[in-house]
């Protein structure tokens, strides 16, 4: 399958501090999505993004598909601890298929 | 039902017996995925149910793991002659058709450990 790099593999932060993650392929992608997945829970998806460039949010999530459709960042600002989980990028190309990235462990320390 | 389920939410097995593993997706959902996911790494594709058609398998690791889908609702995994690289959490989501896959509902997975 395709490879999604993510980026950093795990963070641990202060509460109250923004965070930033992201998400590099060397395939284009149409679609690009970001989930997060709770501890003994399935992912669940975040944002979307269906255009190159767009730049969306979400409370405090905003997330942007980059211009050459090859990546994707997301940041978490003002973070709080129920922020804690995995982050997981996805990619779409086609029409029924996603590929995941690795996943960000984010901690956050009250 | 409200959401994606499935069971068991885990499973310990011995090295080579079989295990099933099912999943109900959302009522009215056409469109049905099977992902693994490792300790540490991302969601690995299985295979894919899209209504009536016959079902993308290319993300099968090896010919001990099947799964169908009756009735266009509840799906089965099967994994034959378990191995120890098997064990993982088996994450099942599903989708309202192929327009809206990218919108899925993932279940909470079953945790599968083979001994």
């Known amino acids: 399958g395709q490879q999604l790099n993510q980026s950093p593999q795990s963070m641990f932060i202060q509460e109250g501090e923004d965070v930033s993650m992201n998400c590099t392929s060397s395939?284009?992608?149409?679609?690009w999505l970001w989930y997060k997945q709770d501890p003994g829970e399935g992912p669940v998806l975040l944002i979307a993004l269906y255009k190159a460039g767009e730049l969306t949010s979400n409370g405090r999530l905003t997330a942007q598909f980059g211009i050459t459709r090859k990546d994707s960042f997301l940041n978490i600002s003002a973070s709080i601890p129920s922020d804690v989980g995995i982050y997981f990028c996805a990619g779409q190309t086609g029409a029924n298929n996603l590929f995941f990235g690795t996943g960000t462990r984010l901690t956050v320390i009250p | 039902g409200a959401g994606v389920s499935q069971s068991p939410s885990n499973k310990v097995t011995e090295k080579g017996k079989d295990v099933e593993l099912r999943c109900d997706p959302i009522s009215g959902h056409t469109a049905l995925y099977w992902y693994r996911q490792s300790l540490g790494q991302g969601l690995e594709f299985l295979i894919y149910?899209?209504?009536?058609?016959?079902?993308?398998k290319s993300g099968l690791p090896s010919d001990r793991f099947s799964a169908e889908r009756t009735g266009g609702s509840v799906s089965t995994l099967t994994i034959q002659r378990t191995q120890q690289e098997d064990s993982a959490v088996y994450l099942c989501?599903?989708?309202?058709?192929?327009?809206?896959?990218?919108?899925?509902?993932f279940g909470s997975g079953t945790q599968l450990s083979v001994l």
């Open positions: 395939s284009i992608f149409n679609t």
């Open positions: 149910f899209q209504g009536n058609s016959a079902p993308d």
């Open positions: 989501a599903s989708s309202l058709d192929i327009t809206t896959n990218e919108k899925l509902f």
